[in-house]
């Protein structure tokens, strides 16, 4: 089992990178590579962030997770509150926030339009 994640877990790293994603950050802004070992983007701060988060669990579930400052204010606060993380100082929890804000930000989900009625099978459970 954990052999099988250790392949997988680079192979799903490098896909998210390379894929093309609708909503991606515009071009714009500078590209960060990865960190292989976190997954983290190698933005400002990214340092801070792992180490202050991953002494309880993988960054993969921060990684995994999208949100608003709001968002990611609240997990924060949960991590503090429920699961005992330390207090961090104020510019510390600041630049973590700054960093998930930015770098976790939500993104529009690339969903395909739905296929034009016309080039649909019929509908075996139609009532007419
Ligand atoms: C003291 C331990 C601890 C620390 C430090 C910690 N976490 Fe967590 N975190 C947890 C636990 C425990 C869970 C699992 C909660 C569960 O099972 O739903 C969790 C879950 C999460 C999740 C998933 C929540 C979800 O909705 O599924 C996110 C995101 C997260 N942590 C972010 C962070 C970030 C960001 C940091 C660093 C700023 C951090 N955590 C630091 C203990 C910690």
């Known amino acids: 089992m954990k052999t099988r994640f250790r392949l997988l877990l680079p192979l799903l790293l490098l896909a998210s990178t390379r ?6 950050e515009p071009s714009q802004k500078p590209t960060y590579s990865r960190d292989p070992s976190s997954g983290l983007l190698m933005a400002p701060d990214w340092e801070l962030v792992r180490n202050n988060c991953i002494m309880c669990h993988s960054m993969m579930i921060v990684v995994a997770q999208r949100g608003t400052r709001t968002r990611w204010e ?10 005992g ?15 998930l804000e930015v770098h976790q930000a939500p993104i529009a989900v690339g969903r395909r339009r739905p296929i034009p009625p016309d080039l649909m099978p019929p509908n075996p459970y139609a009532s007419q």
């Open 19 to 24: 894929l093309p994603m609708a909503g991606s």
């Open 74 to 83: 609240r997990t924060l606060e949960w991590m503090r509150t429920q699961a």
């Open 85 to 99: 993380m330390p207090e961090l100082s104020p510019d510390v929890a600041h630049r973590i926030l700054r960093y």
